[in-house]
């Protein structure tokens, strides 16, 4: 570890802190309806929408009407992906000439589209054609993402609103999230990153010749368009198998050190807004500190296990001053891949600058425990704010507890009924994840005769076991980033992990909608001498401990199976 990587580190943190109340603040104003600046061009065009959809903007809607109305959006998003996949051989803009893909891959993506984790069992430039990556990827990219904001906004509802009925309208909310923040500013980050390197055009791959004179086929496609929204949305799904490893995707250090900045900026103001509209900044701040402590420890722990390098290569004598560069991208080197890991795992965005299959055994358990405490550290667009909400929850009942009193938070009493649904929408991504690695892992010839014996994990022992945790954390999780060492293309993996997706995705949605209708409906209550302040160090010290105490003890067995035993192992002088 070096003072140069730490002042990286700290250039991505006060890059990110600068944009969060400004950012906050335009969004607070877009979502209660007041005028910005684009809203003399951009008023007409919702108004038009509203008006083509019979939507009644100015018309509430309670959580079961919220939640029934983004379930059949994401049905209908399914059904025109996964036809748009399946047909893309006769549909146009495909100059290489691909076929239709599978139906087992082509259900697993457009699942994973739909719910914003964009996993991907293929590889992009060899898979999809134009069409499909523009009118099928890229539209759910922004559609997924406005759905995750306007999720969050419904529950900010829930503590901004007194004796209410409705947590907001999800068609305004998806329609404005769309218009008035993914767009505008994905069109000028694109327009950043054709100047950086990135190809946008409609032409199809062209050839080369190498130094050593061979001839080398170059993918090109509309990239800039998609890296734009698939960073700013937290999507993750690359363009190219390699995603921004690759130097069409991610060319130089300034476009690496933005895409980063893009992932965490919407998040991060996210908790601004609920400041904001519970007319409290100081709220918004204790949630970002604690994403923050968690973060930061995430990033130490990383960067220190990558740059103390293979202790079995030192002890062979070979150098290991520079670290683990293994599956490290050199014009990035460790700090710069180890901050994108720990920065796309922890938001949710799943996209990738190194390979995390050949991190050291505790720098790649870094990543998959960001995704097993359930995507809270700034998280996805929206999925972050709601899935840190419900933990704040928990931590105010477990506050209340210890101090005999009904817990509260902003003013609404937490009952037991919002309890059980808060421990419902905690408990489904666990739930997801270990139930299907126990099913991988229990059954390998069930799943070898459905791969046909092609898939799976390459290697044995804990790293092998690690490679299927992670695919699982990060299906139910919805992050989409792969270990990289497993083959997942067959029937087994693309329907488990498709249904770990739906699992993690709504199956925490619906109950945390019903935990947003409970306390929007309930009043307000002014605070007293007993109130527990939840904008101070003692709170941001709760909220974090119970974060950590119930990832730990959740996943802390599955957790030594995998990584911890491969680095005992490691320093035994076992490598797999």
Wanted: glycine share 12%; proline share 5%.
């Amino acid at each position: 570890m070096t003072l140069l990587g730490w002042l990286q580190i700290a250039a991505f943190i006060v890059a990110v802190l600068l944009l969060v109340r400004p950012l906050g603040g335009y969004m607070t104003r877009v979502f209660s309806g007041e005028r910005v600046f684009l809203t003399p061009v951009l008023r007409p065009i919702e108004s038009g929408l509203y008006w083509l959809g019979g939507v009644k903007a100015k018309e509430g809607q309670n959580w079961k009407s919220y939640a029934l109305a983004m379930l059949a959006f994401h049905v209908v998003g399914f059904v025109v992906l996964y036809a748009i996949l399946r047909l893309q051989n006769v549909l146009p803009l495909n100059p290489q000439g691909f076929g239709p893909v599978s139906d087992h891959l082509a259900f697993n993506t457009a699942i994973s589209f739909i719910t914003n984790t964009n996993w991907q069992s293929y590889g992009g430039e060899t898979t999809l054609s134009h069409f499909s990556q523009m009118a099928g990827l890229t539209v759910q990219n922004f559609l997924s993402a406005a759905t995750g904001i306007a999720l969050a906004l419904a529950f900010i509802r829930a503590f901004s609103h007194s004796k209410a009925n409705d947590v907001g309208n999800f068609w305004v909310d998806v329609t404005r999230a769309n218009l008035y923040v993914l767009l505008p500013i994905s069109i000028v980050f694109a327009l950043f990153l054709v100047w950086q390197g990135i190809p946008q055009t409609l032409a199809a791959n062209v050839g080369a010749t190498t130094l050593e004179g061979g001839d080398q086929t170059i993918a090109l496609g509309p990239v800039a368009s998609q890296v734009a929204i698939k960073m700013l949305g937290t999507n993750g799904g690359g363009f190219f198998n390699a995603n921004a490893a690759h130097p069409f995707e991610n060319p130089t250090a300034l476009s690496n050190f933005l895409q980063m900045v893009s992932i965490f900026a919407i998040g991060a103001a996210l908790t601004n807004v609920l400041g904001r509209m519970v007319r409290d900044e100081r709220q918004g701040w204790a949630l970002l500190a604690a994403m923050g402590v968690l973060f930061i420890a995430g990033v130490t722990v990383a960067y220190w296990a990558e740059a103390a390098g293979n202790p079995v290569h030192i002890a062979a004598g070979l150098d290991a001053a520079s670290g683990n560069m293994e599956g490290k991208e050199t014009r990035f080197g460790i700090v710069s891949s180890i901050l994108f890991a720990v920065v796309t795992t922890a938001a949710s965005c799943g996209a990738v600058n190194a390979m995390h299959d050949s991190f050291m055994p505790l720098g790649g358990l870094v990543p998959l425990f960001n995704m097993q405490l359930g995507e809270v550290i700034v998280g996805g667009v929206g999925a972050g704010l709601y899935g840190i909400l419900l933990y704040v929850i928990l931590s105010i009942f477990v506050a209340g507890l210890m101090v005999g009193r009904t817990p509260e938070y902003l003013g609404k009493k937490i009952e037991a009924r919002d309890m059980k649904l808060t421990m419902l929408g905690l408990l489904v991504v666990p739930f997801a994840i270990l139930a299907f690695t126990a099913l991988a892992s229990a059954l390998p010839e069930w799943r070898t005769a459905m791969e046909g014996g092609t898939a799976g994990p390459q290697d044995a022992g804990p790293h092998g076991f690690t490679e299927m945790l992670y695919a699982y954390s990060s299906a139910a999780a919805n992050n989409g980033s792969a270990f990289a060492g497993l083959t997942a293309n067959s029937p087994f993996w693309n329907v488990t992990l498709g249904l770990a997706m739906i699992i993690g995705r709504f199956a925490m949605i619906v109950p945390m909608l019903a935990v947003a209708g409970s306390l929007a409906a309930k009043p307000k209550i002014p605070e007293s001498a007993g109130t527990f302040p939840t904008h101070g160090p003692l709170f941001v010290g709760l909220l974090v401990s119970v974060i950590l105490i119930m990832g730990g003890l959740t996943f802390f067995p599955a957790l030594v199976l995998g990584p911890v035993a491969e680095h005992f192992a490691m320093l035994r002088g076992d490598l797999f």
